[in-house]
């Protein structure tokens, strides 16, 4: 009974001590997990399970096509490039290139994008000149500066006299006569990215676990809020659902010492009124997908966060705060589908 005794008031100060470093640790930061999450959800959701499009159902079929089609360099003229060149599966669907090389050897102008969760951004590139997936699928095939076929008919015809291929476009696409269309192609490849979504520990905090993100990421995604990142980097993507204007303070050259003037989506719609004005990317899983800004001028986390205080809220922060928020953002590192990172075998 005496032991019973002894273990239990043993028990009951552990229990004791613990809490009371937990509340000595928020008095000292002044954070409180709980109140940090009521915040949260007020801004954040945590990522959906599918990115989904009625008029492009994800059928097991049509997700193998395209997974093969992303990965397969006969999408370029010199059989050089796949999806996969630019946005690799593997590190976190980037190149960690400023920007990078199309088929024919040469520099594109603007850093490539991941493309994990892309399918959930409200319009596609940097200057959104394409609405979704399906319609972005077809655009850097075409494209002279990246895998520059000439035209729809070659690489429909390149596909078609692919036996493997006319088996798996007739499989995704039962019932039609020819399968083997462009717009099949585009469609496949779309609903191969939309299964790329990458949940992590911030939507297991969202979701109410306030274990599953530390004192440091708790405190910088309270500051990360406070600063007023929000205004921008908001909802389950942190950022990919509105235009921007950047740098809204000082200029591109002055906060990164780049000497690229890139008017943004200016160059798409011509309009004077879209001058500078960009996609605000996604934070999801941005410690990975470095460099960053449209042309990747910038390779550290820590100084994008400063540039982006000071060029987008004018703010000067403290070396405290910068590390804090970069601790949050690391936090958003998700898990990439293991099956997604397999390459296929080609047809």
Not at 141 to 167: C, F
Not at 172 to 195: H, L, W
Request: charged share 20%; proline share 5%.
């Amino acid at each position: 009974m005496k032991k019973l005794f002894i273990l239990t008031v043993a028990v009951i100060m552990v229990f004791t001590i613990s809490c009371k470093n937990k509340q000595n640790k928020e008095q000292a930061s002044g954070i409180k997990a709980d109140s940090v999450l009521l915040l949260a959800k007020n801004v954040f959701q945590p990522l959906p399970n599918e990115a989904a499009n009625p008029e492009n159902a994800v059928t097991p079929e049509k997700v193998l096509l395209g997974k093969t089609l992303y990965y397969d360099n006969r999408l370029s003229k010199n059989n050089t490039q796949s999806c996969n060149t630019c946005h690799n599966l593997a590190t976190f669907g980037v190149d960690n290139k400023s920007t990078s090389p199309g088929d024919n050897g040469k520099l594109g102008t603007r850093n490539s994008p991941t493309s994990l969760n892309s399918a959930l951004h409200f319009v596609q590139f940097w200057d959104g000149r394409m609405k979704d997936v399906e319609e972005q699928a077809g655009g850097p095939v075409m494209n002279p500066a990246e895998m520059a076929m000439p035209d729809e008919k070659a690489v429909i015809a390149r596909l078609a006299q692919n036996e493997g291929y006319k088996k798996m476009f007739s499989a995704a696409f039962p019932g039609e006569k020819q399968p083997v269309t462009f717009t099949n192609m585009r469609k496949s490849i779309a609903a191969f990215e939309r299964t790329l979504i990458t949940p992590g520990k911030f939507d297991k905090f969202l979701g109410g676990d306030l274990t599953a993100m530390n004192d440091q990421e708790i405190k910088g995604l309270h500051t990360f809020m406070e600063t007023g990142c929000t205004t921008c980097h908001s909802g389950a993507l942190l950022g990919g659902n509105m235009f921007q204007k950047y740098p809204l303070f000082g200029s591109h050259k002055e906060l990164t010492g780049s000497s690229v003037d890139d008017q943004g989506k200016m160059q798409a719609t011509k309009s004077e009124a879209d001058k500078y004005f960009f996609k605000v990317p996604s934070l999801r899983n941005i410690a990975e997908t470095w460099p960053y800004l449209h042309d990747g001028s910038v390779k550290e986390l820590d100084k994008m966060v400063q540039i982006m205080a000071k060029g987008q809220l004018n703010k000067e922060i403290t070396p405290e705060q910068n590390g804090d928020i970069s601790a949050f953002l690391k936090s958003l590192t998700g898990e990439i589908p293991a099956d997604a990172k397999q390459v296929p075998s080609m047809p």
